[in-house]
Structures are given as structure tokens and as C-alpha cells.
């Protein structure tokens, strides 16, 4: 595979190229107010211009459903989303655990999230507002121009190494308590909820989404600054979590994950 890959040439692209993994780790209370909603309107851009954009981790869109499942594209698509998210819920159940303690997080709570509700309500802004084309399951490929929700628990690594195994070519990973996960194959920017974070893991975070809060940029504005961020990846530059060589991969356990 790497013989091949090396043989492979450069060509020309645009946004509609994109399948965007849309990914949030470390949350805190502010992520659903900054972060998230810039990512949210950089997934319409992706979506608007062709592109294709996964929207995963079932058990942070908890409380959510009825959200995602209006804005399917039609009843199947929308049952699935009901289904899939109640069988997860289920899944839990049956190992006789519980998702509260796992997730929020103990670093979620010492963020100012306090219930998966809270913390669904702002991971769910991710997605932007265009229509849910499909659901599919945990590293399933994409076939889908547009939204897609792919069925994937709540760990991050689990997350990650799935959409990219789903063809997620670029991810943008936020974070308000510092999660510095890479993709061994894809890259991955990292985007800070709040400015202490942005300053205090400076050298794993790409992009800070903290000045919306500070009053500094308009949410607009830092969606603007990623998408030229990742037009610069496409020429080659490196993101931070490469530069650190921070290539993490793992795949869905047998037992459940929170």
C-alpha cells in the first residue's frame, strides 16, 4: 500500500473533494456557544459547495434526537436516527452500566457541563442546519453527498479512526479542556472553545474559537480562518497534531463504550 501510495500524484481539487469529520473531545460550557457553532457553519460551506460531512458519537446526541431525526431527509432516515440512538442506549443497559459518571465526563462536569442532555444540546450544533442525508453504521464508507450521521460511541479515538476508515479526508476536532488526539492518516485541526485553553495548549491547538466569546472575532469570521486553513493543508501544510505526531487509532471494542 505504501508502494502505491507513493506513486500516487498530486491533482487539482475544491471543497467539493471534502468529507469532513466533525468531532468534539473535552468538552466544556462553552463549546456549545463558540466552537461547535463555527464548525457547524463551516460543515454548511463543506455541504454547499458539494462536499460531504460526518456527524458521529451516538451517546453525546442523547436527548437530541427528535433535533437530528426533523431535519432527515425523509421518515426512514429519521427512524434510523430514533432506532439507533435508543439501541445504544439499550446496548448500555445490557452491560448492566451506566453512562452517567462516563459521560459528561469528569472533565465535561469540571467544565460546566452537567447532564449528556446539556452536553447533546451544544455537540449537536456541530452539524450546521443542511439536511441529514443517511445513517450508517460505525466506519461504514460514505456514499452520501451532505450530512451524514455514522453510529459511533463516545470515545474519541474510536471516533476518529472510524470516519477516517468512512473516507473523512480532514477533521476538525474542538475541545474547551484540551484533547490533543491526531489522526494517524488524516489531519486533524484542533479548535479551542475558550482562550485559556487556546493559551495554555498552544502547541496542539490550530485554531481559537475563544475570541467569539472575548469579543474579539465574529463566528463568521474564525469559519473563515479554518476554511483558509484548510486550503493551506491542501497545499501542504502540517497542523499541529502532525507536527506532534500525535497518530492515535483505535476501533470500537467489543464491549460498549460511553
Known amino acids: 500500500m505504501l508502494k ?5 500524484q498530486k491533482s487539482q481539487g475544491d471543497f467539493s473533494d471534502l468529507i469532513l469529520a466533525a468531532e468534539c473531545g473535552g468538552s466544556d460550557s462553552y463549546s456549545g456557544l463558540s ?3 463555527v464548525l457547524g457553519s463551516l460543515s454548511d460551506f ?25 431535519r432527515a431527509k425523509n421518515d426512514e432516515v429519521a427512524k434510523r436516527v430514533y432506532d439507533k440512538i435508543l439501541a445504544y442506549e439499550n446496548l448500555i443497559k445490557s452491560f448492566h452500566t451506566d453512562i452517567r459518571g462516563a459521560n ?6 469540571a467544565g460546566g457541563l452537567s447532564t449528556i ?8 450544533y456541530k452539524a450546521g442546519t443542511r ?4 445513517m450508517i453504521d460505525y466506519a461504514k464508507p460514505v456514499l452520501s453527498k451532505g450530512l451524514t450521521f455514522m ?24 475541545t474547551g479542556r484540551g484533547t490533543p488526539t491526531g489522526s494517524a492518516i488524516a489531519p486533524t485541526i484542533k479548535m479551542s472553545s475558550n482562550t485559556f485553553c487556546y493559551k495554555n495548549m498552544n502547541d496542539a491547538i490550530d485554531i481559537n474559537a475563544g475570541s467569539i466569546l472575548d469579543g474579539i472575532k465574529t463566528k463568521e469570521e474564525v469559519c ?7 486550503v493551506r493543508i491542501s497545499y501542504g501544510e502540517l497542523v499541529k497534531a502532525e507536527i506532534n505526531e500525535q497518530n492515535d487509532f483505535s476501533v470500537w471494542r467489543l464491549a460498549t463504550t460511553c
Open 104 to 109: 459528561p465526563s469528569p472533565g465535561n462536569i
Open 4 to 8: 502505491e501510495a507513493r506513486n500516487l
Open 224 to 230: 473563515d480562518e479554518l476554511i483558509e486553513l484548510i
Open 131 to 134: 439536511t441529514l442525508m443517511d
Open 117 to 124: 442532555e446539556e452536553k447533546s444540546l451544544g455537540c449537536v
Open 35 to 37: 466552537a461547535n457553532p
Open 151 to 174: 453510529n459511533i460511541p463516545g470515545n474519541n479515538i474510536e471516533q476518529l479512526s472510524a470516519m477516517v476508515a468512512g473516507g473523512a479526508n480532514i477533521c476538525v476536532f474542538t
Open 46 to 70: 463543506v455541504i454547499d459547495q458539494g462536499g460531504a460531512v460526518i456527524l458521529a458519537e451516538t451517546t453525546e446526541l442523547i436527548g437530541c434526537e427528535a433535533i437530528l431525526a426533523k
